[in-house]
C-alpha cells in the first residue's frame, strides 16, 4: 500500500508526502525492493543525487538482481 501511495504521491508531485511513504515501505518490509526504487527515484526528483545512490545501494544488498535498483545507480 505505501509502496503505491509513493508512486501516485510522485506522479502527482507530492515529493516529500511519496518520500515519506516510500521510507514507512522500507520500514515495514527492509527486503522489499521496490521501497528502495520509489525512495531513490523520489530523491533523485529533488536532486537528493548522492542519497539516492545511497538508496540504491542499499536495496541491492536486499536484492543484487534487481533491474530497477541497478538502473539507478547507474
Known amino acids: 500500500v505505501y509502496s503505491n ?3 501516485c504521491y510522485t506522479k502527482l508531485g507530492a515529493l516529500p508526502e511519496g518520500l515519506k511513504d516510500a521510507e514507512k515501505c522500507i ?3 527492509p527486503a522489499f525492493p521496490k521501497g528502495y526504487s520509489r525512495k531513490g527515484a523520489i530523491q533523485f526528483l529533488m536532486k537528493e543525487y548522492d542519497k539516492a545512490l545511497e538508496t540504491y545501494q542499499e536495496g541491492l544488498k536486499h ?8 538502473d539507478g545507480v547507474r
Open 5 to 7: 501511495r509513493a508512486a
Open 63 to 70: 536484492d543484487e538482481n534487481n533491474q530497477e535498483l541497478m
Open 27 to 29: 520500514e515495514l518490509d
